[in-house]
């Protein structure tokens, strides 16, 4: 499923020592014109590769923060995560593009990034402002084996990925606030827009999508819309340091992969709920829980194995709360 260029300039990158022409040929099974030819249009992108005679290539250095198909694709060795990708420089909105792709048939693990986004959405019907450069927005398709009662849970495997990957690509501590978003101090960097399609009988998940939105290369709030300026932050405000969006990506996508798969050996978080709990924002503190049917507040003591917030009310009494009926904020602030 990878192209030609990425193939190649994933050899080039896995290997520290000059790769020849024709290895490259025999690897992938293409033409020395055809390595030739794709050679020099990374050249023309501003890859810096060595060109010796009767030794072969060597990429010395990529230029700064390149986001392209090829580019995510040659950093990936996931067996299924992002391996069929779709790269938009722009789209409306990745989750509507990775449903139609999902109803085509494409695989579990289809993802669909989008450099520019001009209808992102957010939850309760909000938009998600998505201009270029600073980003990461991206979705992925899942083929679930499990019954309709489980889909929540994908929101909270999808979480935890993503701010592992955060914590191993910028060493900043990332917190989950249940069941969506990510925060790092206090400030939220990611949200998470999961959705579902079942079959036309109803009774079984035809697939499911999570779009993640990722803060990442803004310099300062003032980058963000008026309304989110108090709350929301980026990993380069956070870190002080740029960050490339494509090892953040394929990050990501390595341990959506590894989370997704232990959540699917049992179909339950209990091989996750340690690693959950240890980010879970505002564990054993005070939190305001929104709930339609009136809101109440009590101490959140951490997620049960299907997904549930646990929290202790005032009067004793132990609620679980379930993701998409509500809102949990801290009460001193968002969170
Ligand atoms: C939220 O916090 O309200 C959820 C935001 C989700 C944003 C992501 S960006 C990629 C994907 N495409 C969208 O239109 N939304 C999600």
């Known amino acids: 499923m990878k192209t030609d260029r990425s193939d190649i300039l994933a050899c080039l990158r896995n ?21 030739w030819k794709v050679i020099n249009q990374l050249k023309e992108e501003g890859y ?44 409306g909105s990745t989750n509507p593009d990775a449903k139609r ?15 520019r986004q001009t209808a992102g959405r957010g939850r309760r019907g909000r938009s998600w402002e998505s201009p270029a450069g600073k980003s990461v927005y991206f979705t992925i398709v899942v083929r679930p084996k499990f019954a309709p009662d489980k889909a929540s849970m994908i929101t909270l ?7 592992e990957a955060i914590q191993e690509v910028t060493g900043l501590q990332a917190g989950i606030k249940w069941p969506n978003d990510i925060v790092v101090n206090g400030k939220k960097v990611v949200g998470i827009l999961t959705e579902l399609s079942m079959t036309p009988e109803m009774n079984e998940i035809q697939f499911m999508v999570a ?21 929301a932050t980026s990993l380069k405000i956070e870190s002080g340091r ?21 959540f699917e050996r049992t179909l339950s978080l209990s091989g996750l709920k340690a690693r959950y709990e240890s980010r879970l924002a505002g564990k054993d503190s005070g939190v305001r829980v929104l709930d339609p049917a009136g809101e109440y507040t009590g101490i959140s003591r951490g997620i049960t194995e299907t997904g549930e917030l646990i929290v202790e009310r005032e009067n004793g009494e132990t609620v679980l709360v379930y993701a998409g009926e509500v809102s949990v904020r801290g009460l001193y602030g968002y969170v």
Request: glycine share 6%; hydrophobic share 35%; proline share 2%.
């Open 211 to 231: 779009g993640v939105g990722v803060n990442v290369n803004h310099e300062s709030a003032e980058e963000f819309p008026e309304e989110i300026r108090e709350t």
């Open 157 to 163: 495997v999808t979480a935890l990925a993503v701010a």
């Open 48 to 91: 810096q590769i060595e060109s010796v005679s009767r030794k072969g290539y060597r990429l010395v250095e990529s230029p700064g923060d390149v986001y392209s198909r090829s580019e995510i694709l040659s950093r990936l060795h996931t067996k299924w995560a992002g391996q069929n990708l779709h790269f938009f420089e722009e789209t």
């Open 15 to 35: 290997s520290e020592d000059y790769v020849s022409g024709q290895q490259l040929c025999d690897r992938l099974g293409v033409s020395r014109t055809a390595v």
């Open 242 to 262: 740029h960050i490339s969006r494509a090892e953040l990506l394929e990050r990501i996508l390595t341990r959506f992969e590894e989370v997704y798969e232990e």
């Open 101 to 115: 792709f999902a109803e085509e048939g494409e695989p579990h693990g289809t993802t669909v990034v989008a450099e």
